[in-house]
Nanobody, 122 residues
């Protein structure tokens, strides 16, 4: 049974950093892409980054501030988030898909994790 579990969210001040983790089980990162998604309060969930064997992608709002990486030995994908602003507040989800192609919309991504809350506030 494929499963992903996020962790690492919390409360951080503007300008601060957080690192999120997404642990995959029931499949290996060799065969699947992992996307990170964000749902801001009152807004739809949108893709912000994705990593696969062949590509790394970032949505415009996070380019230059967020870095996605993976540790195959731990079957884990990380999202390092720097220079955080209140606009980065939301629930962050990870999910798996065969490729990153539709990461902005989330189409073809399954399974999804339960999400981890990130709040950027002073």
């Amino acid at each position: 049974q494929k499963q992903v579990v996020e962790s690492g969210g919390g409360l951080v001040q503007p300008g601060g950093s957080l690192r999120l983790s997404c642990v995959a089980s029931g499949f290996t990162l060799d065969d699947y892409a992992i996307g990170w998604f964000r749902q801001a309060p009152g807004k739809d969930r949108r893709g912000i980054s994705c990593i696969s064997e062949h590509s790394i992608k970032y949505a415009d709002p996070v380019k230059g501030r967020f870095t996605i990486s993976r540790d195959k030995a731990k079957n884990t994908v990380y999202l390092q988030m720097n220079v955080l602003s209140p606009e980065d507040t939301g629930i962050y989800y990870c999910a798996a898909a065969p490729v990153c192609m539709w990461y902005l919309s989330g189409r073809t991504f399954d399974p999804w994790g339960q999400g981890t809350q990130v709040t950027v506030s002073s």
